[in-house]
């Protein structure tokens, strides 16, 4: 299973990025996938989630009305819209598989884990 995440890069503050997680090794559409993020010196948060259709999403309120997550069941790729960004947005971003059936929001809920990507947001 890999998943593979992209995207990620340095933005001014109010500029906006489009993170991709490429997902190969399982049926794309028996999973719900997650965003997490991991900012220096801090623990992994949850970001974002959504089921196997795309028809239910959940944010972190820190994110809300500023990212979006959506998915291509086709293409076997989860995506984070990421508008409006702060500084705080600065951390590695990981992409995350979960089998269960509930939108899942504790990163022990996930099986499988893509690498990351580092977004950097300058002030």
């Given at each position: 299973v890999q998943l593979q995440a992209s995207g990620g890069g340095l933005?001014?503050?109010?500029?906006?990025?489009?993170?991709s997680c490429a997902v190969s090794g399982v049926t794309f559409s028996n999973y719900n996938m997650g965003w997490f993020r991991q900012a220096p010196g801090k623990e992994r948060e949850f970001v974002a989630a959504i089921s196997r259709s795309g028809g239910s999403t959940s944010y972190a309120d820190s994110v809300k009305g500023r990212f979006t997550i959506s998915r291509d069941n086709v293409k076997n790729t989860v995506y984070l819209e990421m508008n409006s960004l702060k500084p705080e947005d600065t951390?590695?971003?990981?992409?995350?598989?979960?089998?269960?059936?509930?939108?899942a929001t504790t990163a022990r809920e996930y099986l499988f884990w893509g690498q990351g990507t580092l977004v950097t947001v300058s002030s």
């Open positions: 933005v001014q503050a109010g500029g906006s990025l489009r993170l951390a590695v971003y990981s992409c995350a598989a979960t089998r269960g059936f509930v939108l």
